[in-house]
């Protein structure tokens, strides 16, 4: 991934998965925005579908309008918290089956 920010090529250089979803859960959530499609060949590359998931539903939900009281709708919001919990499932599923 020459040429991608360093902190996605350190995406594309983790080993499992759950290391993976540390990460997508503490990266800036700028970056699912600017560096999507970055975010989406690395994912892609280490075939971590529930990251792919997570990262897909969190975009939307930052690009998505607004309530008058600056909070998302409820159907954005619910889905980037059910992606969280697939996220976790999906790490918690490879630490069990290793």
């Known amino acids: 991934?020459?040429?991608?920010?360093?902190?996605?090529?350190?995406?594309g250089r983790m080993a499992s998965?759950?290391?993976?979803?540390?990460?997508l859960l503490t990266c800036p959530l700028y970056f699912f925005v600017s560096e999507?499609?970055?975010?989406?060949?690395?994912?892609?590359?280490?075939?971590?579908?529930?990251?792919?998931?997570?990262?897909?539903?969190?975009?939307?939900?930052?690009?998505?309008r607004r309530l008058p009281d600056g909070l998302l709708?409820?159907?954005?919001?619910?889905?980037?918290h059910m992606a969280r919990l697939d996220l976790a499932i999906a790490v918690r599923r490879q630490k069990e089956d290793s």
């Open 73 to 80: 709708p409820q159907g954005p919001m619910l889905s980037v």
């Open 1 to 11: 991934m020459t040429g991608a920010n360093p902190i996605i090529e350190e995406l």
């Open 17 to 23: 998965d759950r290391e993976r979803a540390e990460w």
């Open 36 to 64: 999507y499609e970055a975010l989406r060949v690395a994912l892609l590359s280490s075939r971590f579908r529930a990251g792919l998931d997570y990262v897909n539903h969190e975009r939307a939900g930052l690009m998505a």
